[in-house]
C-alpha cells in the first residue's frame, strides 16, 4: 500500500465469495470496452 500511495495510485479492492450464483459480470463494463480479457464457463445449465 505505502508504494502504491507514493506512485499516486489509488488501489480499489473487490471481494468475490463466489461468482457461480451470479449470472451477471463482476468486470465493469469499462474495462472490458478497454479490451480486457475475460472467459467463460459452464456452471450447471448456466454460462457465466
Known amino acids: 500500500m505505502a508504494t502504491a500511495q507514493e506512485r499516486g495510485l489509488r488501489p480499489a479492492f473487490r471481494v468475490v465469495v463466489?461468482?457461480?450464483?451470479?449470472s451477471y459480470g463482476f468486470t465493469p463494463d469499462f474495462v472490458?470496452?478497454?479490451g480486457a480479457a475475460g472467459y467463460e464457463t459452464l456452471t450447471g445449465s448456466?454460462?457465466?
Open 46 to 48: 448456466r454460462t457465466v
Open 32 to 34: 472490458r470496452d478497454a
Open 18 to 22: 463466489d461468482s457461480r450464483d451470479k
